[in-house]
Every structure is written in C-alpha cells, then in structure tokens.
C-alpha cells in the first residue's frame, strides 16, 4: 500500500487526517516548541515568547499539548482555574495581558490531579485543544510540546497545520543525540525549524555581569552549524524567572527583550491566510 510522507515518517502506518477548525478560531500561524527531553525550560520558552508577541500586540494563544505534564496555566496566574464551555465548545482561559490558554489542567478538578491517560485519550485531548475550542482570531497559536519526540509529538504534527518549529535545548543535550532526534523529526515531518534555543546556558555574574558558563564552553554554535540550524537564543539560569514562573506572574516579570531573535523569528512565520502585517 503506498504511502504519504508523513506516513512513512510514523513507520509506514496511514497517517491520520489533519484535526479540523472549528468557525469560531482563525489561527493565522501555530509554532510549536519542541524539546527532544523533558526538563529543558520548553515551557518557560513558550510562555517567554508568547509574552514578547503579546507584547507587540498580537493576538497569541498557548495550546499545552504537555498533556501530562502541564505547567502552562501555573505560569499565567490561572492554576485555580477552570476552562468553560460554550456549547460544544471549549473557551481557552485569558490571561491579565489577553493571552489565551488551553491546558489539560484547566480540565481537572485540582490542578494537582496526575493525568493518568492513555495514548489515545491523549491525542483525543489535543484534537478537542484544537477542533472543539473557540479560539477566535490569533496572530499566533504557540504549542507546548509533550517532551520528546514520541507519539504524542507525532499525533500534533500531522494534526495541527504547524508552521514552524522552535527547538529548545540545555547545554547538557547538545552533546548528545537528543537534538538529532528534533530534528529529524522535524525533518520528517516537513515543518520548518526556526531555530535553536539554548535554555539554562550560563548564570550571569550578579557583581561584573559576566557570563559563566557553568556546563563548559558552549557547544551551541558546532551543533547549530552540524545540523544547519539558525541560533537564536541563549537563555541565562535565572532564579528570579523560575520564581516569576511559579508564582504566576510571568507577564509582569519578564525582563523587556528576553528572546528577540526567536521573537523575530516568529514573526517572519507567513500566516496560513496570506496575512501581510508581519508586524502583528
Ligand atoms: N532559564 C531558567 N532559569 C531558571 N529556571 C528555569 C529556567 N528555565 C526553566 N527553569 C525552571 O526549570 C523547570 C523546568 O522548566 P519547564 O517546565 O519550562 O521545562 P520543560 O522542558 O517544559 O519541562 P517538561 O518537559 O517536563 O514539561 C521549571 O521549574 C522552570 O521554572
């Protein structure tokens, strides 16, 4: 039996048809954050960007496809929340800035309930965060990739109409095969990477500034240039960020300008729909 692309990229098996959208979401561009491991700062680098955009103006929302592992809602002030619904619909949380959210952890009863689904209840999960939530117009729809590049990674990418992809690592990984491993994927599934994320680089020395490389030299720039991927970014260890982060206020806290060539890069995403302002 022949085979599509992406077909061939899960092993051979039929791929599924991409999730619908609904009428009420106008999803202009989705990126997803990936990881090739959990741990890495995947989530604070896709509540970092979705900041920065909303804060040029656009219209963002956050799809948590960390079905089992969301830190989303926490980050955005709404860990005590609950997501509504609006007929078959589900509405996405909004944020103080107008982000919008929807999370496996908006569902629960308390935010602290382990999520204890199976594969297919998971991708049944992102099919509703996709094609049963109100959305509504969005510049960009940022996802939150499940850690890795197994099976759930695989269900958003042949169903979400992902028009690049952001990839986020930690000094430690780029020793080893675990950025190889986005990146194939990535390959496989013919999305764009938009670059690399370095989280966790170095600490900055509170008295002189100066940056300490506390994991060794930076091997981002050998890495980036093995797989021919653009840097973007290099993120400090930042005590005050993983606090802002727990105690939900990441949009007040976020010091101005963190991520400004993945934010550029974001924006530099055509939208799906011809849309000419870049800017949004
Ligand atoms: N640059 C940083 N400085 C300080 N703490 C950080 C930084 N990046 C991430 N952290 C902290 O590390 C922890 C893991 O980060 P995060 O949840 O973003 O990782 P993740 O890759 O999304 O994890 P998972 O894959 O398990 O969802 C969090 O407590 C976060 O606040």
């Given at each position: 039996?022949?085979?599509?692309?992406?077909?061939?990229?899960?092993?051979?098996?039929?791929?599924?048809?991409?999730?619908?959208?609904?009428?009420?979401?106008?999803?202009?561009?989705?990126?997803a954050?990936l990881s090739g491991?959990?741990?890495?700062?995947?989530?604070?680098?896709?509540?970092?960007?979705?900041?920065?955009?909303?804060?040029?103006?656009?219209?963002?929302?956050?799809?948590?496809a960390?079905?089992?592992?969301?830190?989303?809602?926490?980050?955005?002030?709404?860990?005590?929340?609950?997501?509504?619904?609006?007929?078959?619909?589900?509405?996405?949380?909004?944020?103080?800035?107008?982000?919008?959210?929807?999370?496996?952890?908006?569902?629960?009863?308390?935010?602290?309930?382990?999520?204890?689904?199976?594969?297919?209840?998971?991708?049944?999960?992102?099919?509703?965060?996709?094609?049963?939530?109100?959305?509504?117009?969005?510049?960009?729809?940022?996802v939150?990739m499940p850690p890795g590049t197994g099976d759930v990674a695989l269900t958003v990418f042949q169903?979400?109409?992902?028009?690049?992809?952001?990839?986020?690592?930690?000094?430690?990984?780029?020793?080893?095969?675990?950025?190889?491993k986005a990146?194939?994927m990535a390959?496989?599934m013919?999305?764009?990477?938009?670059?690399?994320?370095?989280?966790?680089?170095?600490?900055?020395?509170?008295?002189?500034?100066?940056?300490?490389?506390?994991?060794?030299?930076?091997?981002?720039?050998?890495?980036?240039?093995?797989?021919?991927?653009?840097?973007?970014?290099?993120?400090?260890?930042?005590?005050?960020?993983?606090?802002?982060?727990?105690?939900?206020?990441?949009?007040?806290?976020?010091?101005?300008?963190?991520?400004?060539?993945?934010?550029?890069?974001?924006?530099?995403?055509?939208?799906?729909?011809?849309?000419?302002?870049?800017?949004?």
């Amino acid at each position: 039996m022949a085979t599509c692309e992406h077909a061939a990229a899960a092993g051979g098996q039929t791929a599924p048809m991409q999730f619908e959208e609904n009428n009420l979401s106008e999803v202009k561009r989705v990126i997803a954050v990936l990881s090739g491991k959990g741990g890495v700062g995947k989530s604070l680098v896709t509540g970092s960007l979705a900041v920065e955009l909303a804060r040029g103006g656009a219209k963002v929302g956050i799809l948590d496809a960390d079905i089992t592992g969301p830190s989303i809602p926490r980050m955005f002030g709404m860990g005590d929340r609950r997501a509504h619904g609006l007929g078959k619909l589900l509405l996405p949380e909004i944020s103080a800035t107008g982000i919008k959210v929807m999370s496996s952890n908006l569902l629960l009863q308390n935010e602290t309930d382990p999520v204890l689904w199976r594969g297919p209840i998971i991708a049944g999960a992102i099919k509703q965060f996709w094609s049963d939530t109100s959305w509504g117009p969005l510049d960009y729809l940022l996802v939150d990739m499940p850690p890795g590049t197994g099976d759930v990674a695989l269900t958003v990418f042949q169903s979400l109409p992902v028009d690049g992809i952001v990839v986020v690592t930690s000094p430690q990984d780029l020793v080893s095969m675990i950025v190889a491993k986005a990146v194939n994927m990535a390959d496989k599934m013919n999305v764009p990477i938009l670059g690399i994320v370095e989280n966790m680089s170095y600490v900055q020395c509170p008295d002189c500034g100066r940056a300490i490389e506390i994991f060794g030299e930076s091997k981002l720039d050998q890495v980036a240039e093995t797989y021919n991927l653009k840097v973007l970014d290099r993120l400090p260890i930042d005590p005050a960020l993983a606090a802002a982060c727990d105690a939900g206020t990441i949009e007040a806290d976020l010091p101005a300008g963190t991520l400004p060539l993945t934010l550029a890069a974001a924006r530099a995403v055509e939208a799906h729909e011809g849309d000419e302002d870049k800017q949004a």
